[in-house]
């Protein structure tokens, strides 16, 4: 039974050195903060925490924080799906002769490695409650602790990006909830039984079946993103971790060097947008004879392919803009750098941050 | 009609097809040449799927790189890598949706490929692939169909089926086969690409 343990514990390991070099692929010069950057997830997740466990937080604010360290476990168990289960090696580990209890267990106590912090914080916050009653009167975090327990099941079982409780659902609460007198619980209670409901029968995919054939190109990358959205996920979370790093830069440093400090942020953004192209890069070398035989116009792919990496560009430029403050002039940098880079991605491949680094260098020494 | 004029085609530095040049006028053909003379090769240039190293390929004398000309040109081959994470059904109808033509459920019953339908194509047998492959290429009734040895991996049934349905296809049928069933047919004339192909005289 060890050796089992033993051989998926390898499988884990081996799938995220998969995965890391994959994205150093992407970033090269950022692969050695990459550790950095996750530790620093973590511990800002960790801050964020006090702040759901207190009951008098506003209900904007708990929608936010709650959202938030939901999504930065879900993206966390979500980029380790395949290491976590194993999937590339699914037919060896069936044929072995193993129990399925043990095989949950195996997979329960990976996920656990896989979340660690952000997964575990909310069980060891809940052991420091003194007595029953100061439980019960904070009934809202033992709720939410349990819908954090569901978010790894959640993001390991289900293959679409759950839009009904990290959307919809909090667009709701907060849209019909706003100005009323808000129960913490009743909404931590509502917000759970929305996750479950959403991980055991996934209604948005039951009426997506439902929708219209494919007819268009766009439909078949949307399948593929949908299909594997590591790549797409991945960048956004660390655009997520980045705007938060800029924030508690900017924070620190004031404006002294606030410019300067806000393009070193636009160019690592706009890099690690841009880099977005190799997957398409990817799509067009492995299915080269396909895509040439469709009618529709190789441009028209092309601009239909860099959406996802324009969307993600627009809603970064918002948040930057009416969070940060950041100024519209340097703003406007992040979409035409993002631009830059994917062109770059194109032409020149692993060599693809030079030209939008010297822009970005440019652009601070005209500063 | 279908013409390659003086076609040459290199992979990295190794050429593969030199100064080929034929006109497919008439209604069947069938390529024969050894293994790794260009056969496939030939087809993928004849549909525009593949960038030319020189020549020219027309078809009713219109370049086959032209988005009009490919919706008369139908190519079934093993060397088309198709998206793995669509269903059959989903290539099918974008397919449709493209060429402006019916869903081809008869041409999927005669294949007894219904039941397929709702697979992944990455999860699709060799034989079942082959099917999607063919029904892409016969979906919307091209002019001219360039098939890739059509009949390997097909069960017996689909194996007749097809025979009878090429033999009485109203387009040009130019395949490249070593079955007896092609190579040995007097429906197809011989292409013989050792012979045209310029290539040997190089090396």
């Not at chain 1, 390898?10 to 890391?20: A, P, R, T």
């Not at chain 2, 011989?190 to 192909?197: A, F, I, P, R, S």
Request: proline share 4%; aromatic share 12%; hydrophobic share 45%.
């Amino acid at each position: 039974m060890m050796r089992y343990f033993r051989i998926r514990g390898q499988i884990y390991c081996h799938e995220l050195k998969q995965m890391l070099p994959s994205v150093g692929n992407l970033l090269t010069f950022l692969l050695s903060i990459l550790y950095l950057a996750i530790s620093a997830s973590i511990l800002t997740a960790l801050i964020s925490l006090s702040v759901i466990a207190d009951i008098n937080t506003s209900l904007e604010q708990r929608i936010i924080y709650q959202c938030g360290y939901s999504l930065l476990l879900y993206f966390l168990i979500r980029i380790q799906k395949n290491a976590i289960l194993s999937l590339n090696y699914q037919h060896y580990l069936t044929s072995l002769p193993v129990s399925k209890k043990f095989k949950y267990s195996n997979t329960v106590l990976l996920t656990v490695v896989a979340g660690n912090l952000p997964l575990l914080a909310p069980l060891f916050l809940l052991i420091y409650t003194p007595n029953l009653s100061v439980f019960i009167s904070q009934l809202h975090f033992p709720i939410f602790a349990l819908s954090i327990l569901c978010i790894p099941l959640l993001s390991l079982k289900n293959k679409s990006f759950p839009w009904l409780s990290f959307v919809i659902a909090p667009l709701i609460i907060f849209i019909g909830f706003e100005g009323a007198p808000f129960n913490a619980i009743g909404i931590n209670s509502l917000w759970l039984l929305i996750i479950v409901i959403e991980t055991y029968f996934e209604p948005l995919s039951l009426i997506a079946k439902k929708s219209l054939g494919l007819k268009y190109y766009g439909q078949i990358r949307w399948i593929e993103i949908t299909n594997k959205p590591a790549n797409v996920l991945i960048r956004i979370f660390f655009c997520g971790l980045i705007i938060s790093m800029a924030s508690y830069v900017q924070y620190k440093m004031g404006q002294v060097a606030n410019n300067y400090i806000q393009i070193l942020f636009i160019w690592v953004m706009s890099i690690l947008i841009g880099s977005y192209q190799f997957d398409n890069e990817k799509f067009y070398h492995s299915h080269a004879h396909y895509l040439n035989g469709l009618l529709n116009q190789s441009y028209i792919r092309y601009s239909l392919d860099i959406i996802p990496a324009i969307c993600i560009t627009l809603i970064s430029c918002i948040l930057l803009h009416l969070w940060l403050d950041f100024s519209l002039g340097i703003i406007m940098l992040l979409p035409f750098e993002v631009l830059v880079t994917i062109i770059c991605v194109s032409k020149f491949h692993r060599n693809f941050f030079i030209i939008p680094s010297l822009l970005s260098g440019l652009f601070m020494y005209l500063q | 009609m279908l013409i390659l004029k003086d076609v040459s085609k290199l992979y990295q530095k190794n050429v593969v097809l030199n100064g080929v040049s034929y006109h497919f006028s008439d209604k069947k053909y069938c390529i024969v040449g050894p293994n790794g003379i260009g056969k496939t090769t030939v087809l993928m240039l004849a549909a525009g799927l593949e960038s030319l190293s020189g020549g020219e390929v027309t078809f009713n004398d219109k370049s086959v790189f032209l988005t009009e000309t490919k919706r008369y040109l139908g190519i079934s081959s093993d060397k088309i890598n198709l998206p793995g994470f669509l269903t059959a059904q989903q290539l099918l109808e974008l397919h449709c949706s493209q060429h402006r033509c019916p869903f081809p459920t008869i041409l999927i019953n005669h294949l007894g490929f219904s039941a397929q339908l709702a697979t992944q194509v990455s999860s699709l047998s060799l034989g079942n692939l082959k099917k999607v492959s063919l029904l892409l290429a016969v979906a919307h009734n091209p002019l001219c169909l360039l098939l890739d040895e059509p009949t390997t991996g097909l069960d017996s049934n689909s194996r007749e089926w097809l025979l009878s349905f090429l033999n009485q296809y109203h387009g040009q049928v130019i395949v490249t086969s070593h079955e007896k069933v092609f190579t040995e047919s007097a429906y197809y004339e011989h292409v013989d690409l050792t012979q045209l192909n310029k290539c040997n005289d190089i090396t």
